[in-house]
């Protein structure tokens, strides 16, 4: 099976350099094709990606298809920030326009390494059961080596609580748990073959941050179909970034994705969600500032609203951030969106 990879930078680099480099020692030499996609309108932006991948590895980067056959790695540029599943699906949708031969998308953290070839032991898998829609691999931690999931998330759908999926175990070794329990596989790592893409269309854009692969593999799994992880596919994550999951940002999108989840998938439950999750922000943060985010993302999510970056609320927390991590800065594409 050819495999399409797909790996989304937002200004990192650094970071998509080391990742891409894994996949050409481990994984590219089965002929596989690599699309970076640069979640950025910025044309410096995508000339320094471009020029850092071209340097890193010269005898697989291609300006354009047709220069190859397969084995290629290519940067385009998505022309906005518009999250991960627009950045995602612009790279299929790329594939596409420019007639790139593939059978499954291997969709990749670029926060992610591989030590050993991951795609391999995924479309064995694929291949082995027709009804698979969605794959996932055993996620380590790129430090210390120890287990942070297996797959995906394990919880409660109704109410959109979920935690990590994993053995007692925390290492590569780890007694892996039964497959059934799985709600869904995290996109930190996730094969879809093309099949699913036609049934089933990409992921939803309307979710900027958290929950676009929920909602993706629900509709599969409402048709029948089923999700999986594979034992012998390992990639190395790391864990989140700067502002971590204990700031007002992550949990106005955590909640605004949420609802929009519960709402798209149609749980009977949603107005208890709308309360319980604000207070469970506040009773886990014991931060009015993280219960407020969380009540506008829920709001907003029920109006349908479009994130405004220039709101009040986003300039009041983004004045309490270091530079880096500054939320104005999403609408211009300049932050690594999926670490925040």
Not at 199 to 220: I, K, N, P, T
Not at 287 to 304: H, Q, W
Request: proline share 3%.
């Amino acid at each position: 099976m050819r495999c399409l990879i797909v790996v989304l930078n937002w200004r990192a680099v650094t970071r998509t350099v080391a990742c891409v480099l894994s996949l050409v020692e481990h994984v590219l030499r089965n002929g596989h094709n690599i699309i970076v996609v640069n979640n950025d309108s910025s044309q410096s932006s995508l000339e320094e990606l471009s020029m850092a991948l071209r340097e890193a590895a010269p005898t697989v980067f291609r300006d354009t298809p047709g220069q190859g056959s397969d084995g290629s790695l290519y940067v385009i540029n998505s022309g906005a920030n518009g999250g991960y599943a627009f950045g995602n699906n612009q790279g299929i949708r790329w594939a596409d326009a420019n007639r790139i031969q593939y059978d499954a998308v291997w969709i990749l953290n670029n926060d992610a390494l591989v030590k050993e070839d991951a795609l391999s032991p995924m479309l064995k898998m694929l291949t082995g059961d027709r009804q698979l829609a969605f794959v996932g691999s055993q996620i380590f931690d790129i430090e210390d080596e120890g287990l942070q999931c297996s797959g995906g998330v394990i919880g409660f759908k109704s109410i959109a609580f979920f935690w990590n999926f994993k053995g007692k175990a925390q290492s590569a070794d780890a007694k892996k748990p039964k497959q059934d329990k799985l709600v869904y596989l995290t996109g930190a790592s996730l094969l879809v073959p093309r099949s699913t893409i036609v049934r089933h269309g990409l992921m939803d854009e309307s979710f900027f941050l958290y929950f676009e692969e929920a909602e993706w593999q629900e509709r599969a799994i409402r048709d029948g179909w089923r999700i999986a992880y594979c034992d012998e596919s390992r990639i190395f994550h790391e864990k989140s970034g700067t502002v971590g999951a204990a700031s007002a940002f992550f949990y106005y999108m955590y909640s605004r994705s949420a609802i929009l989840y519960l709402d798209k998938t149609g749980r009977p439950l949603l107005p208890v969600a709308m309360l319980w999750i604000p207070l469970l922000c506040l009773l886990k943060t014991r931060r009015l500032d993280c219960m407020t985010a969380s009540l506008l993302g829920v709001r907003d999510a029920i109006f349908k609203s479009n994130i405004d970056w220039s709101s009040e609320f986003f300039r009041a927390v983004n004045a309490q951030l270091p530079p880096r991590a500054s939320f104005l800065d999403y609408q211009e594409g300049t932050i690594d969106g999926k670490d925040y």
